[in-house]
């Protein structure tokens, strides 16, 4: 043992260690065993109190059975308020704030009920059982010469028997036919997950022909109500819905994968802040609509900074300049956020005549296709 | 290396111990129903095996022990809730107890999360247990999986277990964000929004992947059942079965232990399972679970009726993950956008995908791989089973430690809009300042631990040649004054002078009799590049002859006083100056 200890290891023999003495990578102490600390053994069993002394035995014992008690008693706790404390009642726990007194009640009961036991249960160990360590041996881990010759031999039988060594033609069908048999099963699932529709990705609400061709009122969200351009006071915003979206609010069905790339939201800054002349054109007098998905990985771009007039995802923090039509001035997204043009209607309220020119949302391998 | 001796002092003291064993254990035969039992299963014959096996008794080996025991609160407070959770998005009208959200359309499985939280009688603190048994489950592991980094735990024969924990940590992330993600409010739904995006930055099959995965657009109803299913029933059954064969894999191995006294590579040194390790580690466990549950009864853990359902439209500043998928979200954070970009029409997203779907693989392949590398690079094919003192593997600490600095900044920058509103910063500078710690911070810390370690190390030399300081002062006739020192006893030693100091493999045989390149040197030119650096700076251990001469040095006052420390170590004493003067070149 001792030997493959130390001349097993290493087995290159263009490399020594620096001090070499012809042993590699053990410095030269280790092997030759000469000017090194002797193990001095397992130190002096101290003895405790309670191994000695049985009143402080007795007083371990009172101990430990004293926090079983306590347990049993939280125990009852427990069991006594999951009828005794009522749903709804709540108190004020100092650094917590307002909380539900059967969370609590239940919570430290059930827990103090456990704890108890494992406090008993170490104390227990540490102050009555034995503390006297014990040695075992290790064994190398590596089966011997001969259990691996007997090993080898074993299972080359068994393979011989099955001819396969002289029988290539079963070694290369079987290897093929388990290769293959996972592939239906890969493809049932693979194939079923979907349904798959990448042009949908391209493809929002907001576009007319779900409107039957007319321009699209922008709606509250979640009112739902049309919103008027007289409304839209200067540093006023809005969370925007398009009208088309209330069928699907009514069918109740697709809601949120129709909200997910539907949201606008739609703001009103002085015009002449506007330095970008189609961010101007596609707004009205300094109304301005963009989408509200981050072009990033989709989060809803809900922080306005009125004063810098920048748009910031909460999520991994992109900021789009609403002066400069949106573009990233800082994050890790980069493309600008999609304008949607708005005009006003007849009747004064802000409708969207054309959809968005470009997929919105996080970018995809397929996007600019 | 050494032996134990056959006859110590301390036999003496245990000789009235083992006579009160005996007279204890008047033998019983074995019947009734463990007899039964016997007959059919034999198990008789494992019981004094299993009894009798020793653990070694360390803190740090009680983080493994957390980590299984909160996994075992999740599998039991997780089985709890799948009796009132229901995995579907359908939509439907609350009409719970909660009045805030009465008459609000949401997704089934977030009404009945509320059902849980207010409805079901202690279900609130079934759902918080389970919360915070996952938070600290994926803790312990990553703390377990340093306290084995560092102790050099994984190395021969446990490189396999080291494998299995690093899949079994990677799976404990996934699975906690599956889980999170379930009550479908809106701070986990905008996280499932996230992770679309995530998915889509796949070059290629990014969308199809999406499709597949949501089962259509995003988010449809496919969603939320699937996570189920993963959650409830494919990882944790990986998770069970791979635990198992990590707690296999400790009892065939059987634990490491830290060097000391007695403690030899080729013995364990502990307490027998039967009774100390059952009562210890079984009322750990209790200690444990009961921690959680206190914890779990006045803390509030994700109050998913403050959030809302989800709704794609509204968001909540401070969105964020749970704290294990920090440093992903915080990645993708850093990631300056001018990475993404086209060619042909088609959209390579590098602002994304790298920190998506790229990172944590990498991270767990390399952490998986490392102990292979190690081995590789010191040559080392013995087994290990004594730990390291992580101060006598520097290079190895300052690896481990410039990787945990990584993590540490990716976890900061998940936090960055958080850190900008409370200190009053510009989030801008924030950022900033963390993608250049994210390549700044590992060498700085890789030196500055380094650096630790080997002055530990001189530490443990001083102490070995010189004893521990008093803090007593002599004042001689003369008016000189001095610390005395008191010698270590050969136990307190031992600690300090059992390690093995490695020393960098050197090129010998480079080339053969013609003049030309060997294939073996080619091929290990690199390994003696990587054991330079690992082993270049080494403070080999007092020797007895260091002492000898230590003490010689000691025994004539004048001469020690006037040539300092330095007089007085010989030649590991000059080893160590040139290495110190080798660093300073290199530095």
């Known amino acids: 043992m001792n030997d493959h200890e130390t001349t097993d290891h290493g087995k290159s023999t263009a490399l020594v260690p620096a001090s070499s003495d012809g042993h590699?990578?053990?410095?030269?102490?280790?092997?030759?065993?000469?000017?090194?600390?002797?193990?001095?053994?397992?130190?002096?069993?101290?003895?405790?109190?309670?191994?000695?002394?049985?009143?402080?035995?007795?007083?371990?014992?009172?101990?430990?059975?004293?926090?079983?008690?306590?347990?049993?008693?939280?125990?009852?706790?427990?069991?006594?308020?999951?009828?005794?404390?009522?749903?709804?009642?709540?108190?004020?726990?100092?650094?917590?704030?307002?909380?539900?007194?059967?969370?609590?009640?239940?919570?430290?009961?059930?827990?103090?009920?456990?704890?108890?036991?494992?406090?008993?249960?170490?104390?227990?160990?540490?102050?009555?059982?034995?503390?006297?360590?014990?040695?075992?041996?290790?064994?190398?881990?590596?089966?011997?010469?001969?259990?691996?010759?007997?090993?080898?031999?074993?299972?080359?039988?068994?393979?011989?028997?099955?001819?396969?060594?002289?029988?290539?033609?079963?070694?290369?069908?079987?290897?093929?036919?388990?290769?293959?048999?996972?592939?239906?099963?890969?493809?049932?699932?693979?194939?079923?997950?979907?349904?798959?529709?990448?042009?949908?990705?391209?493809?929002?609400?907001?576009?007319?022909?779900?409107?039957?061709?007319?321009?699209?009122?922008?709606?509250?969200?979640?009112?739902?109500?049309?919103?008027?351009?007289?409304?839209?006071?200067?540093?006023?915003?809005?969370?925007?819905?398009?009208?088309?979206?209330?069928?699907?609010?009514?069918?109740?069905?697709?809601?949120?994968?129709?909200?997910?790339?539907?949201?606008?939201?739609?703001?009103?800054?002085?015009?002449?802040?506007?330095?970008?002349?189609?961010?101007?054109?596609?707004?009205?007098?300094?109304?301005?609509?963009?989408?509200?998905?981050?072009?990033?990985?989709?989060?809803?771009?809900?922080?306005?900074?009125?004063?810098?007039?920048?748009?910031?995802?909460?999520?991994?923090?992109?900021?789009?300049?609403?002066?400069?039509?949106c573009a990233v001035i800082f994050g890790p997204a980069k493309r600008a956020l999609p304008q949607l043009k708005i005009t006003v209607d007849d009747a004064g309220y802000l409708v969207a005549p054309a959809g968005f020119a470009e997929p919105v949302g996080p970018s995809f391998w397929e996007r600019a296709r | 290396m050494s032996t134990i001796n056959e006859t110590r002092p301390a036999d003496a003291l245990r000789a009235g111990d083992r006579q009160a064993d005996e007279h204890a254990s008047a033998t019983k035969p074995l019947g009734g129903i463990a007899g039964w039992m016997d007959d059919r299963l034999g198990g008789a014959k494992g019981v004094s095996f299993l009894a009798k096996k020793v653990f070694p008794d360390h803190w740090s080996f009680m983080l493994g022990e957390i980590a299984m025991y909160s996994m075992i609160v999740c599998l039991l407070t997780g089985a709890f809730l799948t009796f009132w959770f229901v995995p579907s998005a359908t939509q439907v009208v609350y009409d719970g107890s909660y009045v805030p959200l009465q008459?609000?359309?949401?997704?089934?499985?977030?009404?009945?999360?509320?059902?849980?939280?207010?409805?079901?009688?202690?279900?609130?603190?079934?759902?918080?247990?389970?919360?915070?048994?996952?938070?600290?489950?994926?803790?312990?592991?990553?703390?377990?999986?340093?306290?084995?980094?560092?102790?050099?735990?994984?190395?021969?024969?446990?490189?396999?277990?080291?494998?299995?924990?690093?899949?079994?940590?990677?799976?404990?992330?996934?699975?906690?964000?599956?889980?999170?993600?379930?009550?479908?409010?809106?701070?986990?739904?905008?996280?499932?929004?996230?992770?679309?995006?995530?998915?889509?930055?796949?070059?290629?099959?990014?969308?199809?992947?999406?499709?597949?995965?949501?089962?259509?657009?995003?988010p449809g109803e496919a969603i939320i059942p699937r996570l189920y299913s993963v959650h409830v029933l494919l990882i944790p059954a990986i998770l069970v079965g791979l635990f198992t064969a990590h707690i296999l894999l400790v009892f065939l191995h059987k634990h490491t232990q830290f060097p000391g006294p007695g403690r030899t590579n080729k013995n364990v040194v502990g307490y027998p399972l039967m009774p100390v390790y059952i009562a210890k580690a079984g009322g750990f466990f209790f200690i444990v679970f009961g921690v959680i549950a206190l914890i779990s009864a006045v803390v509030t853990i994700n109050p998913i009726w403050a959030y809302g359902p989800y709704d794609p439209s509204p968001i909540t500043a401070g969105s964020q993950p749970d704290w294990y998928m920090g440093f992903a979200d915080g990645a993708l954070r850093l990631l300056p956008g001018f990475l993404e970009f086209e060619t042909f029409g088609f959209t390579w997203s590098m602002n994304i995908f790298p920190g998506s779907l790229i990172l944590l693989p990498l991270m767990w392949t390399i952490i998986g791989v490392y102990p292979f590398v190690e081995a590789w690079v010191t040559g080392d094919k013995r087994e290990h089973h004594l730990l390291d003192r992580p101060r006598n593997a520097p290079t190895r600490t300052a690896i481990g430690i410039a990787g945990i600095s990584m993590y540490v900044v990716l976890f900061l920058a998940a936090g960055n809009d958080l850190m900008a509103i409370k200190l009053h910063l510009s989030i801008n500078d924030i950022t900033q300042t963390l993608r250049v710690l994210f390549f700044v911070a590992p060498p700085v810390a890789f030196w500055i631990t380094k650096r630790i370690c080997l002055s530990l190390q001189r530490a443990d030399r001083q102490k070995v040649l010189h004893g521990r300081e008093t803090g007593t002062i002599w004042r001689h006739a003369d008016g000189r004054f001095e610390e005395i020192h008191a010698p270590l006893t050969p136990e307190e030693r031992w600690v300090l002078v059992q390690h093995e100091s490695l020393e960098p493999l050197e090129l010998t045989a480079g080339k053969d009799a013609n003049g030309v390149d060997s294939p073996i040197a080619r091929k290990e030119r690199l390994r003696a590049k990587f054991s330079r650096f690992y082993f270049r700076d080494r403070v080999a251990p007092a020797t007895p002859s260091e002492l000898e001469a230590a003490h010689h040095e000691h025994d004539d006052h004048a001469a020690a006083l006037d040539g300092g420390h330095e007089a007085i170590e010989p030649a590991a004493a000059g080893q160590e100056r040139e290495t110190v003067k080798a660093d300073k070149q290199h530095g």
């Not at chain 1, 990705?201 to 709606?219: A, C, Q, V």
């Open chain 1, 24 to 325: 590699d990578l053990l410095p030269a102490s280790l092997i030759t065993g000469v000017d090194q600390f002797e193990n001095p053994g397992l130190p002096p069993h101290i003895h405790r109190a309670a191994d000695d002394d049985p009143a402080a035995a007795k007083r371990a014992e009172r101990q430990v059975a004293t926090l079983f008690g306590l347990s049993m008693l939280a125990t009852l706790v427990f069991v006594v308020s999951y009828f005794a404390v009522p749903d709804e009642a709540t108190f004020f726990l100092p650094g917590v704030g307002l909380t539900k007194t059967q969370n609590v009640v239940l919570g430290l009961s059930l827990g103090f009920s456990i704890f108890l036991i494992g406090i008993g249960a170490v104390h227990w160990a540490k102050t009555l059982m034995s503390d006297e360590e014990i040695v075992e041996e290790r064994h190398e881990q590596a089966s011997t010469a001969e259990q691996r010759a007997k090993a080898v031999a074993v299972v080359s039988e068994g393979v011989g028997s099955t001819q396969l060594p002289r029988r290539p033609v079963l070694k290369y069908s079987l290897g093929g036919a388990l290769g293959l048999f996972i592939l239906p099963l890969g493809l049932q699932v693979a194939g079923s997950l979907g349904p798959t529709n990448i042009e949908e990705l391209k493809h929002t609400i907001w576009d007319p022909k779900d409107n039957g061709g007319k321009p699209i009122r922008l709606m509250r969200d979640p009112e739902m109500t049309p919103i008027r351009f007289d409304e839209v006071t200067s540093g006023s915003v809005f969370h925007v819905m398009p009208e088309t979206l209330q069928k699907y609010i009514d069918e109740g069905k697709h809601v949120l994968e129709a909200k997910a790339k539907a949201a606008v939201i739609l703001i009103r800054l002085d015009p002449d802040l506007i330095k970008v002349q189609k961010a101007k054109d596609w707004g009205v007098d300094g109304v301005v609509a963009y989408s509200k998905i981050c072009t990033h990985v989709g989060c809803a771009v809900g922080l306005y900074e009125q004063q810098t007039h920048h748009l910031l995802c909460p999520c991994h923090q992109s900021t789009f300049d609403l002066t400069e039509d």
């Open chain 2, 103 to 218: 008459g609000v359309t949401m997704s089934d499985a977030y009404r009945s999360t509320l059902g849980i939280s207010f409805d079901i009688r202690g279900g609130l603190l079934i759902r918080q247990i389970h919360h915070w048994a996952a938070l600290i489950f994926v803790v312990a592991v990553f703390v377990h999986m340093a306290r084995v980094f560092f102790t050099g735990a994984f190395r021969k024969p446990r490189e396999i277990n080291w494998v299995f924990g690093t899949i079994l940590s990677l799976l404990a992330c996934i699975e906690g964000f599956a889980g999170y993600s379930l009550p479908d409010d809106l701070l986990s739904g905008t996280g499932i929004r996230a992770m679309n995006g995530f998915i889509q930055s796949a070059p290629v099959i990014g969308s199809y992947l999406s499709y597949f995965i949501f089962g259509g657009a995003f």
